[in-house]
DNA sequence: GTGGGGAGCTATG
DNA sequence: CATAGCTCCCCAC
């Protein structure tokens, strides 16, 4: 904790707050709740910048950084495999699972989606469901504004 | 189209 | 061990 720092940015679907641990410089949070830290805030990185491209139209703005997260295997694998879907297209909770290794862990990836800690650059957004939208953690018409701003009306 | 039930896999208490 | 979760599929109405 001692060796990290927080910012903000406004992103399509809000203003979304994040945590950088300094050592390692790799994104370890991002939310659109924000939270009660004491962190010392940052106003400008590459950070600031990577959401601010994505905002602007460049979608593929995260590839460069890094995200730190823990967790097991399968949630580590998972959110790899979620981290390759394009911009523009989504991919249902089954295809990631299989993707992943386990053809009939779909609600398994509907449990890590729901914990992952790094929204947006973690593309939860971009996993729906076999028969419409699926959920998310901060509510549909975010994940909702988010692929509409990628191009994919849903 | 609706609704119920169960399979299946992980994460958490 | 038990239960919940951003699921899926199948089978009846």
Redesign the pocket.
């Known amino acids: 904790m001692s060796d990290q720092w927080r910012g903000t940015a406004l992103t399509p679907g809000g203003q979304i707050h994040f945590a950088v641990n300094d050592p390692s410089n790799s994104l370890v949070w991002a939310s659109y709740q924000d939270r009660d830290d004491n962190l010392k805030l940052r106003k400008k990185s590459t950070f600031h910048d990577a959401f601010a491209e994505y905002a602007e139209g460049n979608l593929s703005a995260f590839t460069g950084i890094t995200v730190e997260q823990d967790?097991?295997?399968?949630?580590a694998s998972v959110y790899d495999r979620m981290r390759e879907i394009p911009p523009g297209s989504v991919e249902?909770?089954?295809?990631l699972?299989a993707r992943a290794g386990?053809?009939?862990?779909?609600?398994?990836?509907?449990?890590?989606?729901?914990?992952?800690q790094v929204?947006l650059v973690i593309p939860?957004?971009r996993?729906?469901?076999?028969?419409g939208l699926?959920?998310?953690?901060?509510g549909p018409e975010i994940?909702l504004e988010l692929l509409a701003h990628e191009g994919v009306d849903y």
């Open positions: 967790g097991t295997e399968f949630s249902t909770y089954g295809q699972a386990f053809p009939r862990a779909a609600r398994a990836v509907g449990t890590v989606c729901a914990r992952n929204a939860c957004h996993v729906v469901s076999s028969n699926g959920g998310y953690g901060y994940k």
